[in-house]
């Protein structure tokens, strides 16, 4: 399905930057904790892909959610997750886990995510009052 339809209200996630640079980093925490170790498997390695799946999920349910203020509340859940995905890259490069330039392309794709979601989010605040 390529648009969620409710009412009125017609949202196709896959427009959003915000959707775009979120999947895109999704699928590099995936590669990038590949080679973490196996002890980290339950740890790290888990956490991070929970955060960054939990990123792009929130907005993918988010729009399909039949009013604004819906959208923000998982906008606002998935910021909170993109953060939480940029912590963890900084913890996983000071743990020697992810080489500097791995960890300079992930930190600004989390970077990049974060602020898009923020614009995103403070958008519809703006247009809601």
């Known amino acids: 399905m390529s648009a969620m339809v409710k009412g009125n209200l ?4 896959k427009n959003l930057k915000a959707f775009q640079l979120s999947d895109e980093l999704v ?15 339950f740890g790290l390695t888990n956490q991070l892909r929970r955060a960054a799946i939990s990123t792009v999920s929130n907005i993918v ?3 399909s959610r039949n009013s604004e203020v819906d959208f923000l509340r ?12 940029e912590y963890q890259v900084s913890l996983a490069f ?18 990049q995510t ?5 614009g995103l989010i403070c958008s519809l605040r703006k247009r809601k009052t």
Do not use: H, W
């Open 27 to 41: 699928l590099m925490i995936y590669k990038g904790t590949n080679n973490f170790p196996k002890e980290e498997l």
């Open 10 to 13: 017609m949202r196709n996630y």
């Open 94 to 111: 000071r743990l020697g886990y992810i080489k500097e330039t791995g960890y300079q392309v992930l930190q600004d794709k989390c970077s």
């Open 61 to 63: 349910e988010g729009a």
């Open 74 to 85: 998982f906008l606002d859940i998935a910021y909170g997750s993109a953060c939480e995905v």
């Open 114 to 118: 974060a602020k898009v979601l923020n």
